[in-house]
């Protein structure tokens, strides 16, 4: 009878043992695979490519893998947004002599131009600078309300010591775009208003160049261009 009960007592450690060994595999296999999404994540271009928002993985590795692929996927929009904004070539145009004959002299749609591109691109920039920013990045995982396990192994799979580097160049690269463009669009606003104003003083000659009636136009017009 006691050998009976040691070769069952043998039996349910070896049982325990396996169950143990198999919720350890997977676990590994689990982190693994997310480890793998996030890799294939880091290679792509986010101003052109897409993401596959599949979820491969599950549980509590499957609600980080879903909170990377959303933040990533949202990041990569406003991305992609804001680089139809910066090549729309109709935003160039509006201080050539061209548009100063077809809009002028009141300029009511190139007014409304600039103001539509200035609004979309502050938005667009401001998202992607918060967006860039450890506590904005930190903040989506914690509303998951994980284990202390899960929120230190999505902190290390989106900010790491590289990419802490990597985001704050981001964000500095973002914040001097953000300067440059919006010098670029307010000085066309002032340029336009200047017109307006004056839209009884300047004309567009034969050879497609603005004419001005007084130096001081002349001046104040070419220290405006200058700017940009």
């Given at each position: 009878?006691?050998n009976?009960?040691?070769i069952i007592?043998?039996?349910?450690?070896?049982?325990?043992?396996?169950?143990?060994?198999?919720?350890?595999?997977?676990d590994?296999m689990?982190?693994?695979t997310?480890?793998?999404e996030v890799?294939?994540?880091?290679?792509?271009?986010?101003?052109?490519?897409?993401?596959?928002?599949?979820?491969?993985?599950?549980?509590d590795?499957?609600?980080v893998?879903?909170?990377?692929k959303?933040?990533?996927?949202?990041?990569?929009?406003?991305?992609?947004?804001?680089?139809?904004?910066?090549?729309?070539?109709?935003i160039?145009k509006?201080l050539?002599?061209?548009?100063?004959?077809?809009?002028?002299?009141?300029?009511?749609?190139?007014?409304e131009y600039?103001?539509?591109?200035?609004?979309?691109?502050?938005?667009?920039?401001?998202?992607?600078?918060?967006?860039?920013?450890?506590?904005?990045?930190m903040?989506?995982i914690?509303?998951?309300?994980?284990?202390?396990?899960?929120?230190?192994?999505?902190k290390?799979?989106?900010?790491?010591?590289?990419?802490?580097?990597d985001?704050?160049?981001?964000?500095?690269?973002?914040?001097?775009?953000s300067?440059?463009?919006?010098?670029?669009?307010?000085?066309?606003?002032?340029?336009?208003?200047?017109?307006?104003n004056?839209?009884?003083?300047?004309?567009?000659?034969?050879?497609?160049?603005?004419?001005?009636?007084?130096q001081?136009?002349?001046?104040?017009?070419?220290?405006?261009?200058?700017?940009l």
């Amino acid at each position: 009878m006691k050998n009976k009960i040691t070769i069952i007592g043998i039996i349910i450690i070896f049982a325990i043992v396996g169950v143990i060994g198999y919720f350890a595999m997977t676990d590994l296999m689990q982190g693994v695979t997310l480890r793998k999404e996030v890799n294939t994540i880091s290679k792509l271009d986010v101003t052109k490519d897409d993401i596959d928002m599949t979820i491969k993985t599950k549980g509590d590795y499957a609600v980080v893998e879903k909170t990377i692929k959303e933040y990533m996927n949202t990041y990569g929009t406003n991305c992609k947004q804001l680089k139809n904004i910066l090549d729309d070539e109709t935003i160039a145009k509006i201080l050539t002599a061209e548009n100063y004959k077809n809009d002028g002299k009141e300029f009511v749609a190139s007014k409304e131009y600039i103001a539509k591109t200035k609004s979309e691109f502050n938005e667009r920039i401001n998202t992607l600078i918060e967006m860039s920013t450890e506590e904005k990045m930190m903040k989506a995982i914690e509303e998951k309300q994980l284990e202390s396990s899960y929120v230190d192994l999505y902190k290390e799979l989106m900010l790491g010591d590289e990419i802490k580097v990597d985001l704050q160049e981001i964000v500095q690269t973002l914040e001097e775009a953000s300067k440059n463009i919006n010098n670029i669009l307010e000085t066309q606003e002032k340029v336009i208003e200047l017109l307006v104003n004056n839209k009884e003083k300047w004309n567009i000659n034969n050879n497609n160049e603005i004419e001005f009636e007084t130096q001081k136009l002349v001046d104040e017009y070419n220290n405006l261009i200058n700017n940009l």
